[in-house]
Each structure stands twice: as C-alpha cells, then as structure tokens.
C-alpha cells in the first residue's frame, strides 16, 4: 500500500511530539486542533456560521489584526536600515526610499498599514458601540479595547517623528506641547519623553525605543488579552437583533 | 485555637501564615516602589548637551529705534525701541512653533495656526492663549546685551541704553 508523504509526516514520531491529536477529521479532533494549540486557544472551539459572515460584524477586529500584522512583520526588516540618530536618520529614510531593493515598497506598507490600523479600530469601535457589544458580559474587553486604541494612537505618534522630516519635527512640537498643558506634571511628562527640554537626538531616540519596543509589546499583550475574551464572553456579538431571531 | 480568637474581641485574629504572607507581599511591594522609583530617575537626562540659553544680541547701539532682529538658532527676537531695548521669546505660545517676523506689516505671525503678535508680544488673532514673553536683557563686561531666553521678565520691563 503506497502511503503518500504527508500521512507518513504526520505519523511520524516527531511530528506526533509536537501535535498530539490524531489526524482524523472527527469533530473532537477538529475541537483538539484550537485547544492544543498556543496561538489558536484565544479563538472558540466553535463558533456560529451567522456570526463569520462579513455583514455581521463587518470583519473589523480582524482587519485591525491584520494591520498590526503586517506592522510588527514589516516594521523589522525597516529597522535594519533605520539608525535612530541625527542626521542620519532623515538619510536612513531616503535611503529605503530610494537605494534599498524594494525598501519604498516596505515603508510605504507600513505607512499605510498603520493609516489603516487606526481607521479601522475606530471603525471597530464604533460597530461594536452601535451592536451594543460593549455591554456585560463583555465590558471589560470594551476596556482593553479602549486601551488598544490608546496604544495604536501612541504607535502612529511616536512613528511620526522617527523620519525627522520637517513634518516629524513640528509635529511633536506641537505634540509635546500638549503634554505641556497637562495639570502640575505636564513639564516633567514633556521633559522625561524628550529626554530634555527641546526636540532634539535624545527626543528621537526615546520615540524610537517606545515605537519599536514598548508599545508592540504592550500591544502584543493586550491584542492577545483582547482575543481571548472575546472567546471568553461568548463570542462575537454582531447586530442585537440577529441573536434574538435564532432564539428558540 | 478558639482562646486566642476570644481574647480581643473587637479585632479579628491574624495567624502566623497571614503575617508571613503580608510580610513577604509588603517586601515586594517595597521593592516595586524601590525599582519604579530608580526607573524614573535612571530614564531623566542629568546632563543634556542642548544650545546655551544665553547669546550675546550685540551692541546696545546697533538697536535704534525700530529695530528687530530675529535670532534663529535661539528662537528670539531683540527689539530696539526709543526708550530701550527688550527681547521677545519667537516660540509661539499655542503650540511651540516658531514665529516669523513680517516687516511688511510690522508684526509677527506664525505659520503653523496662523496666530498673530504684535512687536510687544500682544495676541493680535488667535489661537493663541498668550502673548509672547519677554526674556532678560542684560549687559556683559565688554558692554554687549546678553539675552538669557530661559529667564522671562514682566512685558514692558526694556533694558535701558
């Protein structure tokens, strides 16, 4: 009896050291599938087939995932050719646009990429304020998407400044000067996320490690603490409505 | 041990394991506080190499009346008027762009919100909240004026010539 390569893959003994469920298509293996496996038990075991239908919930969670996706994938190779210093980063940037193979191609998929992240969880928000999906059992996860937003908006500010163009310049002048106004600690905020009293190297410097390094991180976190509640409130809610039609 | 719950009865008994516990929970919460406290004093710059504060604007004489003269790198102006001498922070008050002096119209207006100063730092059109403040004018050994842009003195307080 010939056996085709991929069975004997899956028979194997490593293969089975790392996927312990069998291969048959039972709906237990099927269940075993998510809940064996580290990055797919944040979804439902199963799910309903109304609430996957792209005018129930407009797939916008997804597209925002699939936005930080993309960044966190695209936003690497960028910082290989990115040194965080002046001048040299506004000629790292010119340098990606027009020397580096398919560089332009790279950093605009991360500019847009992330113009799309932010319309489209503002989107997400509005559809699941409108669905009324914000409230119990879910109103905690409405909390961790507020702070999600908070996050992506602190992502696309501090990736302003990292070309250090004119635009980047002024723009976190005007930022920080906001930050400025904040009650009694607003200078020493503004002082502490400059790394000194003016926009300078210190400035992009700080920007870069928050941009690279602590705010995907805390995105990271929070995606995933996101995701699985969603499973853990009981899925999706789309339209209020659509629930109660499927009640017997 | 019933006796010992009894003996107080107002307060409940705490037992060995809850005082360990609270100990050992008080102990990381110190440390927490210790190490938040070392973040914050590591991540603030102790010495920062940024532009002086203070430039020299030059002679007292080369400020006749009506003369402004516009010092990029400090982000002032310094203004000669009939009874003295006073510099002007350029650093808008809205939201810190830097101000353009327009010798056409006699006034200063910034190009990011569209605010507008006169030559005394007074908010012509807004947005914005402030005028512009006047910054220290002094004299050096050598008889030059000397702006410190960090110091900012009451408007209308001229150095006189």
């Known amino acids: 009896m010939r056996v085709s390569l991929a069975s004997r893959v899956r028979g194997s003994a490593v293969y089975r050291s790392i996927v312990r469920h069998g291969t048959t298509a039972t709906n237990r293996n099927r269940s075993l599938v998510v809940f064996e496996n580290l990055f797919l038990h944040v979804h439902p075991v199963k799910v309903r087939e109304k609430t996957l239908r792209f005018t129930h919930t407009f797939w916008l969670g997804g597209i925002t995932l699939a936005c930080a996706f993309i960044l966190f994938v695209g936003g690497i190779p960028l910082m290989f050719y990115y040194h965080p210093s002046v001048p040299q980063a506004y000629r790292d940037m010119k340098e990606l646009q027009y020397v580096v193979d398919n560089g332009v191609f790279l950093r605009n998929l991360h500019r847009w990429a992330a113009h799309a992240m932010v319309l489209v969880a503002v989107l997400h928000m509005l559809r699941v ?15 961790i998407g507020v702070l999600l937003l908070l996050a992506t908006l602190l992502l696309s500010y501090t990736g302003y400044l990292l070309p250090w163009d004119q635009l980047s310049l002024w723009g976190v002048s005007v930022g920080t000067s906001m930050v400025k106004e904040a009650p009694f600690i ?6 502490y996320l400059l790394g000194g009293n003016v ?17 995907p991180v805390a995105l990271l976190l929070l995606v995933s603490v996101h995701v699985w509640r969603v499973r853990k409130d009981g899925g999706v809610q789309g339209p209020a409505g659509a629930e109660r039609k499927n009640e017997p | 041990m019933p006796d010992e719950e009894s003996r107080d009865g107002e307060t409940e008994s705490i037992s060995r394991r809850d005082v360990v516990v609270r100990l050992g929970v008080g102990a990381c919460a110190l440390a927490a506080a210790g190490s938040a406290a070392v973040t914050l004093d590591f991540l603030e710059p102790k010495v920062l190499f940024e532009p002086q504060t203070t430039f020299v604007a030059g002679a007292p004489l080369d400020f006749a009346d009506g003369t402004v003269r516009f010092n990029r790198e400090q982000k002032a102006y310094v203004i000669g008027t009939a009874g003295g001498v ?28 569209g605010s507008q100063f006169d030559l005394e730092g007074n908010v012509v059109h807004g947005p914005a909240p402030r005028s512009l403040p006047w910054l220290e004018v002094s004299e050096n050994a050598s008889g030059s004026l000397v702006v410190e842009t960090r110091v900012i003195v009451p408007q209308g307080k001229l150095f006189r010539v």
Do not use: D, K
């Open chain 2, 86 to 113: 006073y510099a002007l922070s350029a650093v808008c008050t809205h939201l810190g762009c830097i101000t353009r002096f327009r010798s056409e119209q006699r006034m200063i207006a910034c190009p990011c919100h």
């Open chain 1, 199 to 215: 926009v300078s190297e210190n400035a992009l410097l700080r920007f870069y490690v928050l941009h690279c390094v602590v705010l």
């Open chain 1, 129 to 143: 304020f409108y669905h009324r999906a914000y409230r119990p059992p879910r109103q905690f996860n409405w909390v």
């Open chain 1, 186 to 191: 607003g200078e020493r905020i503004r002082f």
